[in-house]
């Protein structure tokens, strides 16, 4: 009897640890897997793990819709930049196209007054009188001016050909009572000195037809005006005044006014740089590839 109640004894402690482990199994596997809920105020129940995968690919939606908006900024500023070399194109050519009908317009009596001659610059006038060569002035280096030559060299940072100096000389108009400046034109560095060009040196009345200039003020990178030395590198009026006692009136004489064995005249230079078109076409195809690649990257969605 003992030993049946011992059996019976043993095998309810077997049966109630089975059932104690089957329930925590039970448990383990029911509570591991569970990803966590809380409850709303409404009653319904929120899934997190749900929530923030949708939270993450909604931020990065709005990511690919912050860069797809900032990338179109590059084909439009590039169009715009075009836009705006096309209208300075054609402002160029009009600046270049009016500076060159006043060169060649039928040439006015030279006026003394100084309000009325800075609204000349580039107007061909006509002077007469006689120069003083006893006070040449040198602008220096400089290179005979050829329009076509210039055209085609135009934003290249040196310029091929010979170099030389233009000679500035006092001019006493007899029409006028006014001494001026007048460049005379270009000599080549082997005819700087006077005494080599003799023959050019006119002592009595001319006629002399220019461009009225106006002074001007020295760039970057240039040479400040050597008085002593009689080396100028920038045509500062008042200063070539002080030296020479003539007014601060300059021209510059046209080709016609050359004196045979002188400085060749015609060396205003009115070719502008103009390299507006190389922009253009820089900018519009810049513009050009970056909205193909735009459209291909947001719109066709097409891996690049």
């Known amino acids: 009897m003992s030993s049946l109640k011992a059996l019976l004894s043993s095998s309810t402690k077997a049966l109630t640890t089975l059932k104690n482990t089957h329930v925590i199994y039970i448990k383990r596997t029911l509570l591991l897997p569970r990803l966590p809920l809380f409850k709303r105020a409404d009653g319904r129940f929120i899934n997190l793990g749900r929530q923030s995968s949708s939270t993450a690919a909604s931020v990065e939606k709005e990511e690919d819709s912050f860069l797809k908006w900032v990338l179109l900024l590059i084909p439009v500023t590039a169009f715009g930049l075009g836009t705006w070399q096309v209208k300075r194109r054609q402002w160029k050519l009009q600046l270049i196209a009016d500076l060159r009908s006043l060169t060649t317009a039928e040439p006015i009596p030279l006026p003394v007054d100084p309000l009325e001659l800075k609204e000349l610059e580039y107007r061909r006038v006509r002077v007469r009188g006689r120069y003083d060569h006893s006070k040449e002035l040198y602008v220096l280096p400089r290179s005979p001016v050829d329009p076509e030559k210039e055209a085609r060299e135009a934003g290249r940072l040196t310029s091929s050909g010979d170099t030389g100096a233009n000679v500035i000389t006092p001019f006493y108009c007899t029409d006028l009572g006014v001494t001026i400046l007048v460049n005379r034109g270009f000599v080549p560095k082997t005819k700087i000195r006077p005494e080599t060009r003799m023959k050019g040196q006119m002592e009595g009345e001319v006629d002399v037809v220019g461009v009225v200039r ?46 045979p064995g002188g400085p060749i005249g015609g060396q205003t230079r009115v070719t502008l740089r103009n390299e507006h078109l190389q922009y253009i076409v820089t900018w519009y195809g810049l513009c050009a590839a970056t909205s193909y690649m735009w459209y291909a990257k947001f719109i066709k969605k097409i891996k690049l």
């Open 214 to 259: 106006l002074t001007e003020t020295r760039k970057p990178f240039v040479p400040n005006n050597n008085v002593e030395r009689n080396h100028w590198h920038y045509r500062d009026l008042e200063a070539m005044s002080r030296v020479t006692g003539a007014e601060p009136i300059f021209i510059d004489a046209d080709l016609g006014s050359t004196i």
